[in-house]
C-alpha cells in the first residue's frame, strides 16, 4: 500500500513564533524534519502542509514539495485531513504523519508507527523509554501503553504515578508521528472534542476517548526530543551541528 508522508507546519506557534522557519544548524527547521522523511524511505511521496506562504517557498526552493491549506484546521491531523481530502491524493489509502517540529526522528519510530496500521490498529504512534527524572516535564508526553500493545492514556502529567517513590515505574515518551488509514483519519477529524484534549492540549486524545484503537510501538531506546522550546532548539541544534562536523571531510 502507498504512503503518504505528510508534514504539517504551522507558522504562528505560541511558544516559538515562526518555528518552522527558525534556523537551525544553517537551515530552516522545517527541512530538516522534511530531509529527514524523505530519507528514511518509509513514504513513497512527501508533502509539507502548511498555512504560510513562506513555508513553501522555503520548501520547494530546496527541491521539496508542500500544500499551502487555509488556517481553519486546529491541530496537525486536521491540516492533513485538509491535504488528503485533495483529488491528487486520492490514491493514498496510508497517511503517516510527521510533526514539523520533530528533525531528530528516527526511522525505527516511522516504521514503528506504520506497522502498527500494517498490523491492523487504524491509528499508530511510537514511544521511547524516558528518563524517571523527566517525567515531571510536560512537555514530554507521556503515553501508558496496555499489555497488547494499545495506548491507554497521553498525559503531559507523569503517568503512570509512582505513588510509593520506588522508582520502578518505567515510563513512555510519546514521539510525534501518527499513522492513519484514510478512513481512520476522517473519521477522527469528524468526531466531536472532548474536554481531555483542550485541558492536556493533545490531539491524540480525542480519537482516544471516543474508542479508536491507537497502537504503539515501543521504541528500544529514549526518543529523540522534538523542538518546543528555546532550550529544545539550542539542544537539537548542538547535535546537528556535531553531526555535520563528523561528515564533513
Known amino acids: ?14 511558544r516559538l513564533p515562526r ?5 537551525l544548524a544553517g537551515e530552516p527547521l522545517i527541512l530538516w524534519v522534511v530531509r529527514r522523511v524523505v530519507e528514511s524511505r518509509t513514504c513513497d511521496r512527501v508533502v509539507v502542509a502548511t498555512d504560510a ?5 522555503t520548501v520547494e526552493r ?3 514539495e508542500a500544500v499551502l491549506t487555509s488556517q481553519a484546521p486546529r491541530s496537525g491531523t486536521e491540516r492533513v485531513a485538509e491535504v488528503i481530502a485533495n483529488k491528487e491524493f486520492n490514491a493514498y489509502d496510508l497517511i503517516l504523519n510527521v510533526q514539523g517540529d520533530e528533525p531528530l526522528v528516527t526511522t525505527d519510530a516511522l516504521k514503528g508507527a506504520l506497522g502498527c496500521v500494517s498490523d491492523g490498529d487504524p491509528i499508530g504512534t511510537a514511544a521511547g523509554t524516558l528518563d524517571a527524572r523527566l517525567a515531571a516535564d510536560p512537555h514530554r508526553v507521556k503515553v501508558v501503553v496496555s499489555p497488547t500493545g494499545r495506548a491507554v492514556y497521553f498525559s503531559r502529567a507523569p503517568i503512570p504515578f509512582d505513588r510509593d517513590g520506588r522508582d520502578e515505574v518505567t515510563y513512555y515518551q510519546h514521539v510525534g508521528v501518527y499513522a492513519y488509514t484514510r478512513a481512520a483519519l ?17 490531539e491524540q ?7 479508536l484503537q491507537i497502537g504503539v510501538a515501543r521504541l528500544g531506546s529514549p526518543p529523540a526530543p522534538g523542538v518546543d522550546t528555546p532550550d529544545d ?10 553531526k555535520l562536523k563528523e561528515v564533513s571531510p
Open 1 to 14: 500500500m502507498p504512503v503518504l508522508g505528510v508534514i504539517p507546519a504551522r507558522l504562528g506557534s505560541s
Open 19 to 23: 518555528k518552522p522557519l527558525l534556523p
Open 53 to 57: 506562504a513562506e513555508v513553501v517557498t
Open 62 to 64: 530546496a527541491g521539496f
Open 186 to 202: 476522517e473519521r477522527w477529524v469528524a468526531l466531536p472534542p472532548v474536554p481531555e484534549e483542550r485541558w492536556e492540549q493533545l
Open 205 to 211: 486524545l480525542r480519537p482516544l476517548l471516543h474508542g
Open 233 to 242: 532548539l539550542r539542544f537539537v541544534e548542538a547535535v546537528l551541528t556535531r
